[in-house]
């Protein structure tokens, strides 16, 4: 009824104990797509013996051509009536299979998600799970409304979430990004939903991997995280103009990309002098794009705390904003 769709590269210290949180679901009726990037540290010999032990876990290959890809082949190979998304460094809690099932019978949806844990070592999950006695919560959205109040409030995530397939027909990731691919696939799957259903339970384990793309340093590929969010913007004027033209759903948008201007200026603001003054035509690409979001009526209610004064700072004068930076994040 499942399929697990998980791609690996070099994640031999993860995805057995990833794996082992899929053989243990309460719910069965599940296949396993496990898709190696090219990796050289042993990944696909855990992967190998994993689909020895059960018929139900199958293995491919992608050639070091990218998550995306690897995620892509997955899709194209799944037989399951439902999708999930599962990271190679992640767990799934033994009741996610079958809360996200029930959730999208229930409420009669095209994709069901829930919440997430955050963990860096394995004792994280279990006292989380110890202390964990807060009352559940569900919501239920139209497609239009999960645009406004999640995807562009951080909801951008594709983990910890099941898709009925036809909620995927037609949508695969896109190649060349590597920040934000999970965004825009979750956005143009809108196209075939009419119901989302969420439950802030924390069924998905989440690790919080220091060299994840997030973190690391600046590299050209920073640059994807502002160029999401700009293929996004061009995605909803063409396929939900009448979103655009809402003042509160316009400030919500110019509020993510005006953070991920500023994502990108944190990296930069860490890179040594020449370095920077290489870049100095791409912070002035920034800066206009940044005053033009921050221009946006009612941007300010959606920015987290302290953007606004960094953006202000940004504006008024970028090296002085990279040397501030730098000082405060020691």
Not at 11 to 29: G, H, P, R, Y
Not at 266 to 292: H, M, V, W
Request: charge should be neutral; include cysteine.
């Amino acid at each position: 009824m499942i399929s697990i769709i998980t791609p690996y590269y070099n994640a031999k210290a993860t995805l057995a104990a990833c794996i082992e949180s899929v053989l243990v679901q309460s719910f069965s009726d599940w296949e396993l797509i496990l898709v190696g990037d090219g990796g050289t540290d042993g990944s696909d010999d855990v992967a190998a013996h994993y689909c020895g032990q059960d018929p139900r876990i199958r293995r491919y290959s992608a050639d070091g051509t990218g998550v995306s890809t690897a995620r892509n082949m997955g899709l194209d190979k799944a037989e399951g009536k439902f999708i999930t998304f599962l990271d190679a460094d992640d767990r799934l809690s033994p009741g996610y299979l079958e809360a996200l099932v029930s959730l999208m019978a229930e409420k009669g949806a095209d994709i069901a998600g829930c919440g997430f844990l955050k963990f860096t070592e394995p004792s994280d999950i279990v006292t989380a799970q110890t202390e964990d006695d807060t009352t559940k919560h569900v919501l239920t959205a139209g497609s239009d409304e999960f645009i406004s109040n999640h995807i562009l409030r951080s909801d951008t995530r594709i983990w910890s979430k099941l898709f009925r397939k036809g909620a995927i027909k037609g949508v695969h990731f896109r190649k060349g990004l590597t920040i934000g691919e999970d965004m825009m696939f979750l956005l143009e799957c809108m196209d075939n939903c009419s119901v989302i259903a969420e439950t802030d339970e924390k069924l998905y384990y989440y690790y919080v991997n220091p060299k994840g793309a997030m973190l690391r340093p600046f590299t050209e590929s920073s640059f994807d995280q502002v160029k999401c969010w700009e293929k996004a913007e061009k995605w909803i004027r063409k396929h939900r103009p009448a979103l655009m033209e809402d003042r509160d759903t316009a400030a919500k948008l110019a509020a993510a990309q005006c953070v991920s201007i500023m994502l990108v200026a944190g990296k930069i603001a860490f890179l040594d002098d020449e370095a920077r003054a290489q870049l100095a035509d791409k912070t002035a690409e920034l800066g206009n794009k940044l005053k033009a979001c921050s221009a946006v009526h009612g941007v300010a209610r959606y920015l987290p705390g302290g953007y606004l004064v960094k953006i202000l700072l940004f504006r008024n004068s970028p090296e002085r904003y990279y040397t501030m930076y730098r000082k405060h994040k020691g």
